[in-house]
């Protein structure tokens, strides 16, 4: 390890991020409402983006083409709107540069650096096949692959075990405040990054 970050006696080795609003932006409402009207971005967002099947693509447990299904059961009047937005959501994930910069430079200086990241089979694809930023990772878990997500605990221990780190040489980074705190109650040093372009800031201001 070419260099660490010594917080007071904490020296920190390791650095974990989320994906979703930290390296590429997630977000459905802002893409929703510049493709259609008020009434269906509306509509999509709470038929599709804010289901506990959203959430189950998330953990694995369910297809793309079986949650497509249940959306069309439920609103069968709308499978129109509902296919072509299913076909075309990967588009939302685009690139947040200046972390990407960031994650690289992290890299350079010898940081070892890892993912956890809740993100359905077909967008953690989407992603590795669009982008490049995935490479530069020394490993990393999605929540689809091993059926555990954020905030729960053993996502967090899976993690820890499967690279064989420690909380207390690690930092999480993360937008969403409850997986940061159970992050926080699992030893990990914690940035919780609710704008993307603090970043660089809130890095310097642990020491890294």
């Known amino acids: 390890m070419s260099e660490t970050c010594r917080k007071g006696s ?109 993100i359905p089979h077909g967008i953690y694809d989407f992603i590795t096949t669009t982008y490049d930023f995935l490479n530069e990772f020394d490993g990393g878990i999605a929540s689809a692959k091993v059926k555990l997500m954020k905030p729960d605990e053993d996502i967090y221990l899976h993690l820890i075990n499967t690279y064989n780190i420690e909380p207390k040489e690690s930092l999480f980074i993360d937008d969403t405040a409850q997986n940061v705190k159970t992050a926080g109650n699992l030893g990990f040093k914690t940035i919780h990054l609710t704008n993307p372009d603090t970043l660089k800031r809130d890095l310097e201001m642990i020491g890294v």
């Open 10 to 118: 904490r020296v920190i080795k390791n650095i974990i991020f989320d994906i979703g609003n930290v390296l590429v932006y997630y977000r459905p409402w802002e893409y929703l409402k510049k493709r259609y009207s008020h009434e269906e971005a509306t509509f999509l967002l709470a038929a599709i983006f804010e289901t506990q099947e959203w959430q189950e693509l998330d953990k694995g447990t369910l297809t793309e083409e079986e949650a497509l299904r249940i959306f069309i059961a439920r609103d069968p009047e709308k499978e129109h709107i509902l296919r072509e937005m299913m076909a075309d959501f990967y588009n939302i994930f685009t690139p947040i540069e200046s972390s990407i910069s960031i994650l690289k430079e992290l890299r350079r200086k010898g940081y070892t650096v890892l993912f956890l990241s809740n």
